[in-house]
T-cell receptor, first 116, second 112 residues
Framework: EAGVAQSPRYKIIEKRQSVAFWCNPI?????LYWYQQILGQGPKLLIQ????????DSQLPKDRFSAERLKGVDSTLKIQPAKLEDSAVYLC??????????????FGSGTRLTVV | RKEVEQDPGPFNVPEGATVAFNCTYS??????FFWYRQDCRKEPKLLMS???SGNEDGRFTAQLNRASQYISLLIRDSKLSDSATYLC?????????????FGRGTSLIVHP
C-alpha cells in the first residue's frame, strides 16, 4: 500500500512570505493529522480532520495558519505570513479512524521549513 | 503539568543492556497509548500499541499503569540499531474522536 505522500520535502522562505504544504493520506484513511515538530521536541498536533470535518484545531495559530481537506482526501496546510519561529518539520499523518488503535498513525516524510 | 511527559535523556547504554523508559500522562480519562520510534531526521514510526494487559513484541515490552497514569517501554538485549528517539503517544476523547498527544521523546544511544 502506498504511504502518506507529502510535498515539498524542503522549503526555504523569508519571513512574512507565505507557504503551502500538501498531503495525500493512505487510501481509505478517514482521519488526517498535521503536526509541527520543532528540533528537539515531540510532534505538536496542529489540526485533526475526520473526513472533511475538523475534529481539533485547538493548537493551530489561526491568525496565520490555515488548513483544509475539502473532499475528505488530500489536504493543504498554509502559513501566511511566516515567522522565524515557524521553522520546523511539518508532518502529515493518517489513520483509518481516530479510535483505531491496531496500526496507530502512519506519517509522511515531512516538509522541512526554514524561515530566514 | 504537561499532558504527556517524558525524560528526554539521553540514555546511554552498552549493547546487550536492558533499558526502560517511562511516560506519564495527566488526563485520567486517556483512551489509547502507543510507543513510536523516530530516527534522526526521519518521520516517527509505530513501535507498538500499549494494551491494558501489557504486551510484548520480541525484545520490547510495553506496560500500562492506569492507577499511576504512566506507560513504560522495556528494551531487552539492546542493539546498536535501537539507537533512536522513543516517543510516547496518549489519546484523549473529544466529541467521539480520539485526539493524540505526543511526548517530547526519550533519546537512546546504544554503544558497542
Amino acid at each position: 500500500e502506498a504511504g502518506v505522500a507529502q510535498s515539498p520535502r524542503y522549503k526555504i522562505i523569508e519571513k512574512r512570505q507565505s507557504v503551502a504544504f500538501w498531503c495525500n493520506p493512505i487510501s481509505g484513511h478517514a482521519t488526517l493529522y498535521w503536526y509541527q515538530q520543532i528540533l528537539g521536541q515531540g510532534p505538536k498536533l496542529l489540526i485533526q480532520f475526520q473526513n472533511n470535518g475538523v475534529v481539533d484545531d485547538s493548537q493551530l495559530p489561526k491568525d496565520r495558519f490555515s488548513a483544509e481537506r475539502l473532499k475528505g482526501v488530500d489536504s493543504t496546510l498554509k502559513i501566511q505570513p511566516a515567522k522565524l519561529e515557524d521553522s520546523a518539520v511539518y508532518l502529515c499523518a493518517s489513520s483509518l479512524g481516530s479510535r483505531w488503535t491496531l496500526n496507530g498513525y502512519t506519517f509522511g516524510s515531512g516538509t522541512r521549513l526554514t524561515v530566514v | 503539568r504537561k499532558e504527556v511527559e517524558q525524560d528526554p535523556g539521553p540514555f546511554n547504554v552498552p549493547e546487550g543492556a536492558t533499558v526502560a523508559f517511562n511516560c506519564t500522562y495527566s488526563n485520567s480519562a486517556s483512551q489509547s497509548f502507543f510507543w513510536y520510534r523516530q530516527d534522526c531526521r526521519k518521520e516517527p514510526k509505530l513501535l507498538m500499541s500499549v494494551y491494558s494487559s501489557g504486551n510484548e513484541d520480541g525484545r520490547f515490552t510495553a506496560q500500562l499503569n492506569r492507577a499511576s497514569q504512566y506507560i513504560s517501554l522495556l528494551i531487552r538485549d539492546s542493539k546498536l540499531s535501537d539507537s533512536a528517539t522513543y516517543l510516547c503517544v496518549v489519546t484523549r476523547s473529544s466529541g467521539g474522536s480520539y485526539i493524540p498527544t505526543f511526548g517530547r521523546g526519550t533519546s537512546l544511544i546504544v554503544h558497542p
